[in-house]
């Protein structure tokens, strides 16, 4: 998502965190220490992974760099051949890669069978022909922002809003065959939107077991590397995340090492601190959520190694596979 606008603006002052702190960036470090290695070998030809321009703090939490039993199959974990972008369009007919899976089918049997999972694809394509939709104000709990923006792109124009839609089909089909019943905000089904309010909204009335939220940056070139964004503890107003802070650390701390090792993306090297994980206060899709929910910035687009990685339907693939697995562990506990 780009870096400015609502749910998007520039973090502010950070403090320095210690204590229970400490022990879960420990915990990463062997994760992200692999994913660094890959990164160091393939970043000058455009193999490593980069973030956005929102923020990221904390790391790794035990298990976070190792898929949990039960989490996608090997079929699953292989990037389709059909996987590459073809130029065209989001369809919405036929299930693959780049189009949706109906979502009504039914969950497969499998370990996630009864866990509801809220995908949020980031954006929405229609929403550059909404202007005056999308910029009214919502409240966020804490304050009021303009109800959604437009999101980033490449500098060839690839958007951030088609790669939200296809990573998100992508982490729904590996969900499903993993048992869960999985709920889009959004699936390229409406003109625009929704709004932030109305995207934390659709997760608190599934009952969601987690809700993660995809989207990718649009910093300066040369800030590379994924983060994931975590709530920050609120009670103001309507937001009070009090209940999700702990779960939803969690969640973030599992994605971000299952990330590493599955993209070979290194963290964010300028936010976070090299952590992979950053906590907001500010972002209304978070502050109005009651379930365990989570950002992840999947890479710069602004910067071409990573915007070729963007671009490409393998690592989109990898992407939605590391994002998964943080899911399947998260959820088996």
Not at 182 to 197: A, E, L, M
Not at 242 to 271: C, H, K, M, Q, W
Not at 303 to 329: F, H, N, P, Y
């Amino acid at each position: 998502m780009s870096y400015v606008g609502p749910d998007f603006d520039p973090p502010g002052p950070r403090r320095s965190r210690r204590g229970p702190m400490t022990v879960a960036v420990a915990a990463l470090v062997p994760g992200a220490l692999v994913g660094w290695l890959v990164w160091q070998a393939v970043g000058d030809s455009g193999g490593g992974g980069s973030t956005s321009a929102t923020s990221t703090t904390s790391a790794g939490a035990p298990g976070a760099s190792s898929a949990a039993p039960g989490s996608a199959s090997a079929a699953a974990r292989t990037p389709s051949a059909s996987g590459t972008d073809d130029g065209k369009p989001p369809s919405s007919t036929f299930s693959g890669p780049d189009t949706p899976a109906a979502s009504d089918l039914p969950a497969a049997a499998g370990p996630l069978k009864g866990k509801v999972v809220v995908i949020d694809p980031g954006h929405n394509p229609g929403n550059f022909q909404h202007s005056a939709d999308i910029n009214r104000k919502v409240n966020i709990g804490t304050n009021w922002k303009e109800c959604d923006t437009t999101g980033t792109s490449t500098n060839a124009g690839y958007t951030e809003a088609r790669f939200t839609l296809d990573v998100s089909r992508r982490l729904r089909t590996l969900l499903q065959q993993e048992g869960a019943t999985v709920k889009f905000t959004q699936d390229g089904d409406r003109s625009w939107g929704p709004c932030v309010d109305e995207r934390a909204r659709i997760g608190n009335d599934a009952h969601a077991d987690a809700v993660v939220s995809i989207h990718a940056d649009g910093s300066a070139a040369g800030n590379r590397g994924f983060h994931v964004i975590l709530p920050a503890s609120v009670h103001s107003g309507g937001a009070d995340t009090r209940a999700i802070v702990a779960p939803s650390r969690d969640l973030g701390e599992r994605i971000a090492g299952n990330f590493v090792r599955d993209t070979g993306s290194a963290p964010s090297n300028y936010i976070g601190g090299g952590t992979g994980l950053d906590v907001r206060s500010d972002l209304g899709g978070l502050n109005l959520s009651t379930v365990p929910k989570v950002f992840i910035e999947c890479g710069n687009m602004r910067d071409s190694k990573d915007a070729a990685l963007l671009t490409s339907g393998a690592w989109r693939q990898k992407a939605a596979r590391g994002i998964s697995e943080g899911i399947v562990s998260f959820l088996h506990g």
